[in-house]
């Protein structure tokens, strides 16, 4: 069944976002690297703080850090928000950030070496940290067959050329999320390849797991792929060093239980996952994506709930 054609005006709003694409990516590819990333950086701590999405960033950090102070709060947010941006604006010059380059220190990339050399199908899990799409890069140029997940654009023209900008740096493979996406993913590994897949973003459809003691959806679909092809979850995490200069760790791989009681494997690989993420989220935390809403709605609303209470308490106290 095709899809629905856009209407004329959509049409219209989707090319003048794709020549708007088209011009920064211009922009950015006239300047070195290191000066992109810097004025992404720049931009973000001064633009992030004015939009709405800075409040969902302050109440995960108040999910994820409770005990957490203001002032290492505040230091935190700003801290985020110059990852962000230079994320955002590195990502056009992606061909210029990978280990062949000399910007990304690699650890433990002899298990990416075996992987390629033995055509090890495995199940790559990472997250949303520092610059994730260092990641993707790093598996590909070290010679690693693997079938990458994304989540496309809404505009198709603006994922066309997100398609093309990560050819360049050697992605070549792709599968949209969804009902298409798990067929191809079912085939490349059955074909030995390696399928890479985030597991950090909120999956409504998925098992209610702890995520810095509170449950959150989390997609079980890693564990179950690495179950039915009786393989590993293949944990990797990416760190900014300085600037746009990086290190990619190969973590030891996770093995999934095989109880026999396939939903109790299944949940129990997804936990393991997620303290995975939990635990380098900790050591590195201005190097998330906390403007992403990972929780429940009902967690936020509880929480904004506890923070009325909180305000309301010295008013009482003085009227008593």
């Not at 973000?44 to 004015?50: D, K, Q, S, Y």
């Not at 393991?272 to 990972?294: G, I, Q, S, T, Y």
């Not at 929780?295 to 309301?312: F, K």
Request: net charge positive.
């Amino acid at each position: 069944m095709s899809k629905p054609r856009p209407s004329g005006l959509q049409g219209l709003v989707w090319r003048l976002e794709a020549v708007g694409f088209d011009l920064l990516t211009a922009i950015c590819r006239l300047f070195p690297v290191d000066a992109i990333s810097d004025f992404g950086g720049a931009a973000a701590r001064l633009v992030g703080p004015l939009t709405s999405t800075h409040r969902t960033a302050r109440e995960n950090l108040m999910l994820a850090f409770p005990d957490m102070d203001e002032a290492e709060r505040q230091r935190l947010l700003t801290a985020q928000w110059d990852n962000t941006g230079r994320t955002m604006l590195e990502f056009p010059l992606m061909d210029r950030i990978l280990p062949s380059t000399g910007r990304v220190e690699l650890v433990n990339g002899e298990r990416l070496a075996e992987i390629a050399r033995n055509r090890e199908a495995v199940v790559f899990v990472s997250g949303h940290l520092s610059n994730w799409e260092v990641m993707p890069a790093a598996i590909v140029d070290q010679g690693v067959d693997c079938l990458m997940t994304y989540r496309a654009a809404n505009n198709p023209y603006v994922d066309k050329r997100i398609r093309d900008a990560r050819y360049r740096y050697g992605v070549r493979l792709f599968a949209p999320k969804g009902g298409e996406g798990a067929k191809e993913l079912l085939e490349a590994l059955g074909n030995g390849q390696s399928v890479a897949l985030m597991n950090d973003q909120k999956f409504n459809a998925g098992l209610p797991v702890p995520f810095f003691g509170h449950l959150a959806m989390t997609a079980p679909g890693p564990t179950r792929l690495a179950l039915r092809f009786g393989t590993v979850l293949q944990p990797m995490s990416v760190e900014r060093l300085k600037g746009a200069r990086f290190r990619v760790i190969v973590h030891p791989p996770i093995a999934v239980e095989r109880t026999g009681d396939r939903a109790a494997d299944i949940e129990a690989g997804v936990r393991k996952v997620n303290a995975f993420l939990e635990d380098c989220v900790r050591k590195r935390p201005e190097e998330w994506f906390w403007v992403h809403r990972r929780w429940p709605n009902e967690t936020y609303a509880a929480l904004r709930a506890s923070q009325r209470a909180v305000a309301d308490q010295p008013e009482k106290v003085q009227t008593s």
